[in-house]
């Protein structure tokens, strides 16, 4: 089992900067793919940025330049670093994990075995 928890979010006017931090307990030597998701008002649910074993990274071209995520093994605490935020991103940010190829997970999320409760961006104009 794997817990996640999310923490980081707010309200920021655009061009502003948040970062979201996603700490990961319990069976975290099983996890293959950590990344985060988003569902704004009205929209479908989206992947933003994914963290595979080894380092390698994936962002949404919606977020590419703005957006990085980074992850710090040693304390198992994924992070999304977002700056210059649109009013678009305002959204609810969720942290997942599994062990998956990120890349199948970004086109099929529910094979996410593991959710966090969610944390909401708002970003006005």
């Known amino acids: 089992q794997v817990q996640l928890m999310e923490s980081g979010g707010g309200s920021v006017q655009a061009g502003g900067s948040l970062r979201l931090s996603c700490t990961v307990t319990?069976?975290?030597?099983?996890?293959?793919?950590v990344g985060w998701f988003r569902r704004g008002p009205g929209k479908e649910r989206e992947g933003v940025a994914t963290?595979?074993?080894?380092?390698?990274?994936w962002h949404a071209d919606s977020v590419k330049g703005r957006f990085a995520i980074s992850k710090d093994n040693a304390k198992n605490i994924l992070y999304l670093q977002m700056n210059n935020l649109k009013p678009e991103d305002s959204a609810m940010y969720y942290c997942?994990?599994?062990?998956?190829?990120?890349?199948?997970?970004?086109?099929?999320?529910?094979?996410?075995?593991?959710w966090g409760q969610g944390t909401q961006v708002s970003v006005s104009s």
């Open positions: 997942v994990a599994d062990r998956i190829h990120c890349d199948v997970g970004v086109r099929a999320p529910d094979l996410f075995a593991y």
């Open positions: 963290f595979e074993d080894g380092g390698f990274t």
């Open positions: 319990g069976d975290t030597d099983r996890q293959y793919c």
